[in-house]
């Protein structure tokens, strides 16, 4: 909104001519956020509470979360609400991609609010079948993808490390889409079992996909450094400016001992907007070493399931792997910190690949 109302006055005096950079906006949506959490939290957590939208700790986890049960869960609606109006804020919102980010964010977030609704409120045990809850994230993943194929997105596929491997996937890259959003969606929904393990490594992967949507958007630093030039892309770095913001924001509340968990609306709705992040500023896979923290989750659950399905044994003490450590006697800080360690080491070793290759 500033940059339709706002910049246009540069023509009386020249200060307003900084609502036209992507970097100053991109700073701001990110302030924004920050700020609207803090203001906001509070309240909201409150509200939370007196409707009585409390968690049902299941009772065949870690006995430590036991003392967890009631707390106030549905957190992730405060978070895309502060995206959504810092984005209209700060965005120009003339750009397809914002809008592209904005149906899959609001997209999976209803999936996962329906979720918690039949969980908490409905006292649904389990709450949504996981078939439906899968069939609605492909639809909404399939929406995305289709909106890029038939618009003429680049279908070619790189991969980090290496300058010359480009795989065009054409008509493959659609599916090849659904799986980045979904499994991105389902990933973050795994590791959201520890205060702040999710929360924590979503600011520092939507940190650097807010660097790489800047170079990718931007011609000559995207042929400096021998990366696909996306037009436009550079916009969503104000996109992803307003999820780092809003992801510390909830941080500030999710900390050990959280006051508040994020729920489905929040963990589906960030990872599938993680994912869209990764699939238009042309880095998929540079994905699995960005939200590495949530890939290793979500192959703790397949290793975990699909070795107890085919030989009856357990590769861990149980999953995903956060549950692992803290049957091994780890206090849950600890893990939350050296996970959170472990996202910034990724994130770094990530953004090297721009000049490793
Ligand atoms: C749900 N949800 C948390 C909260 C949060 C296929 C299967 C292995 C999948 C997996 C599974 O269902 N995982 C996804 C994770 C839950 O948190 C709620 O859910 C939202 C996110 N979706 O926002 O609303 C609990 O996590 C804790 N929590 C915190 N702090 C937070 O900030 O402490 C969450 C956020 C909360 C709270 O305790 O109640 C969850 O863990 O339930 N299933 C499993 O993970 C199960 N594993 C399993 O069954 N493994 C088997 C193998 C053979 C299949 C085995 O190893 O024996 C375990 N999950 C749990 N207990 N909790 C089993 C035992």
């Known amino acids: 909104m500033f940059y339709y109302f706002l910049y ?6 020249t200060v307003f001519n900084v609502f036209q950079y992507i970097t100053f906006r991109t700073i701001y949506a990110a302030v924004t956020a920050l700020s609207l959490s803090f203001v906001m939290g509070p309240y909201l957590i409150e509200r939370l509470r007196a409707i009585n939208v409390g968690e049902v700790v299941r009772t065949d986890g870690p006995p430590n ?29 003339s750009n397809a991609y914002v809008w592209l980010m904005a149906f899959v964010t609001a997209g999976m977030g209803t999936i996962g609010f329906l979720d918690d609704y039949s969980k908490v409120v409905r006292k649904k045990k389990g709450g949504m079948r996981a078939r439906t809850k899968f069939v609605a994230q492909i639809c909404v993943a399939s929406g995305a993808a289709l909106f890029l ?11 980090p490390f290496f300058k010359n491997v480009i795989v065009d996937l054409r008509i493959l890259y659609v599916p090849f889409v659904v799986l980045v959003i979904v499994g991105a969606s ?18 520092i992967s939507s940190a650097t996909y807010m660097l790489l949507a800047y170079l990718a958007g931007n011609v000559k630093i995207a042929d400096y450094l021998h990366i696909m030039y996306v037009a436009k892309a550079g916009e969503l770095a104000v996109f992803a400016g307003a999820m780092v913001g809003a992801s510390l924001g909830f941080l500030w509340f999710n900390a050990y001992p959280a006051q508040v968990f994020m729920g489905d609306v929040g963990s589906l709705s960030l990872g599938g907007a993680l994912g869209t992040l990764a699939v238009i500023t042309k880095h998929e896979v540079l994905l699995v070493l960005i939200g590495g923290i949530f890939v290793v989750e979500a192959l703790s659950v397949i290793f975990q399931v699909g070795s107890f ?24 800080p600890k893990i939350i910190v050296r996970f959170w360690i472990i996202a910034i080491i990724l994130a770094l070793v990530a953004i090297s690949t721009l000049k490793i290759r």
């Not at 702040?196 to 600011?203: K, Q, V």
């Open 8 to 13: 246009p006055l540069a023509k009386y005096h």
């Open 149 to 159: 194929y038939y618009s003429r997105f680049d279908t070619a596929v790189t991969m």
């Open 65 to 93: 979360h036991f003392s967890k049960q009631g707390t106030p869960t549905m957190g992730g609606a405060i978070i895309i609400l502060v995206v959504i109006i810092s984005v209209l804020l700060w965005g120009n919102l």
């Open 186 to 203: 389902n990933a973050v929904n795994l590791t959201d079992g520890l205060d702040g393990l999710a929360i924590g490594p979503m600011a």
């Open 309 to 332: 399905k085919l030989t009856g044994k357990r590769v861990f003490a149980m999953a995903p792997i956060h549950h692992h450590y803290e049957l091994k006697g780890w206090p849950e």
